[in-house]
């Protein structure tokens, strides 16, 4: 297992800070340090303001420094032990963020706030970070308190898919929860689960589909045999599926393709904006 930390990015609101505490619980989990880190931005109500730049520039740094203050004690009380580290970014936000993933196990976002960061919707901070940073990142919505012993992969392309179901199952498996392994479709993409039958026979795809996830999952089977796996494929649109799973899993994972290139694709953007608990988004090409 990876000797990373995990990293959180807070701006001093209860979505960050929420986040924050999420990243706690995995560093614990995961016996890694936290590092928080906090980048100061000039908000968008401030720069109509006749206001000098050094002084502006003053506030929205001591506005992230309490981001940091208010994070190291909302961790400190629910992961006391854990070792932290905090840290002022300098630059851009978005690209600040995604900048500390390097050298990290993962990087943790919440998918809404309103300090440092601007407003953090999908389109801002998150968005860039799930597209451009080089390790997982991690969007936390809404509150997720319930454990469902339940982590859910979503697969594509099983070429394209070893990083992100190679990090379900390592979340699976330190979770103690069963790992649902989903392939949706809902149109034929050329040269994916392909098939000669000028019907498109929707039960041949699906066969087909199924005999590939099951050679795939065959070696993580044997290297994490304590993970019970359910896989699935299922004829609808691949973003409805996963975000409809959100609602029950502790944590999905979905990939991003490495062919895409530094980018949210278009599945991942809807799930990320509709999912109802963490979504994990795994750089293709890892592991």
């Known amino acids: 297992m990876s000797r990373l930390p995990v990293v959180v990015a807070v701006d001093g609101s209860e979505e960050s800070l929420r986040a924050a505490e999420w990243a706690a619980t995995e560093a614990m989990r995961r016996t890694l340090p936290l590092r928080i880190v906090s980048a100061p931005a000039l908000l968008p109500r401030m720069q109509s303001q006749n206001v000098p730049a050094a002084t502006v520039a003053n506030a929205l740094r001591g506005r992230a420094d309490r981001s940091l203050a208010l994070a190291v004690e909302r961790v400190g009380e ?45 389109g801002s901070v998150s968005r860039y970070a799930a597209g451009h940073a080089s390790c997982p990142v991690i969007v936390v919505r809404e509150e997720t308190t319930a454990v469902h012993r339940e982590v859910a992969v979503g697969i594509r392309d ?17 979770r103690g929860a069963d790992l649902l392994v989903v392939h949706a479709w809902h149109w034929i993409v050329p040269g994916l689960w392909a098939t000669d039958d000028p019907l498109h026979d929707t039960e041949l795809i699906s066969a ?28 609808a649109h691949p973003a409805q599926v996963l975000a409809s799973l959100s609602a ?23 799930v990320l904006s509709h999912a109802r608990g963490p979504v994990a988004v795994v750089p293709g090409g890892m592991r």
Do not use: C
């Open 78 to 122: 629910v992961s006391p032990g854990l070792l932290i580290d905090a840290d002022l970014l300098s630059g851009p936000p978005a690209i600040a963020v995604s900048d500390s993933g390097s050298g990290a196990s993962m990087l943790v976002v919440g998918a809404r706030g309103s300090g440092g960061f601007g407003a953090m919707v999908l």
């Open 248 to 270: 029950r899993a502790d944590l999905v994972v979905i990939g991003r393709h490495a062919r895409s290139g530094p980018v949210v694709g278009s599945i991942q953007n809807v």
């Open 208 to 235: 087909t589909a199924r005999a590939q996830i099951r050679d795939m999952l065959s070696p993580w089977g044997e290297k994490y045999p304590s993970v019970q796996v359910i896989s699935d494929v299922v004829h």
């Open 158 to 174: 099983p070429e394209d898919s070893q990083g992100a179901l190679g990090f379900a199952f390592e979340e699976a498996a330190l």
